[in-house]
């Protein structure tokens, strides 16, 4: 079962953030097998929050992933989102053909009200770093759509969703993350 996971950063934390991060790469690493996307939404260079789309075997293990983080642990976070998600590209981050770097990438986060919208990913699936619906524990009630994606100023990312569909779209400054190669 895959899992969008979004750790959004308390406000005055980041000095918490910058010591903890061995100890949240170290965590992470437990979960490399089932990542398909991380990395820090930003502000300039602060980091906001952290996205961590992983594959792991239920819900339980999902909330156990998401709340024994170690920054969530020491107080970095303020809040997290958790979703049951549909990786309808059928890929992993590392998968992206724009690679790791270049140009401006995005978390966009439709979150969503009434008939589910936006399923599969629209045409032109190159700019797409990552793409899928946000659902329910038992993945039956659509909640919204994330997307990972690389795109030229806010306003174009947020394009990628169906603007009237959504109580809110978010749009966050994103990068890969992980250890440095």
């Avoid at 976070?77 to 309808?88: E, P």
């Avoid at 690679?99 to 399923?119: H, K, S």
């Amino acid at each position: 079962m895959e899992f969008f996971c979004y750790h959004r950063d308390r406000p005055g934390s980041v000095t918490l953030r910058d010591d903890l991060l061995e100890q949240h790469w170290s965590y992470m690493d437990r979960f490399a097998k089932t990542v398909i996307a991380r990395g820090p939404t930003l502000d300039g260079g602060t980091p906001t929050g952290s996205v961590h789309i992983v594959d792991l075997p239920d819900p339980s293990a999902a909330r156990a992933f998401a709340f024994d983080e170690p920054n969530y642990q020491a107080g970095v976070y303020r809040d997290v989102l958790l979703r049951r998600w549909r990786n309808t590209l059928g890929r992993t981050m590392w998968d992206f053909a724009g690679g790791r770097t270049g140009g401006n990438r995005y978390l966009v986060l439709g979150l969503g009200t009434g008939q589910a919208a936006d399923l599969a990913a629209p045409p032109g699936q190159e700019e797409l770093i990552a793409y899928g619906p946000l659902l329910s524990d038992d993945g039956t009630t659509w909640l919204g759509t994330a997307a990972l994606v690389r795109a030229p100023d806010p306003d174009t990312a947020r394009a990628v969703l169906t603007q009237d569909r959504y109580a809110d779209i978010e749009v966050h400054n994103w990068q890969f993350g992980g250890r440095p190669s």
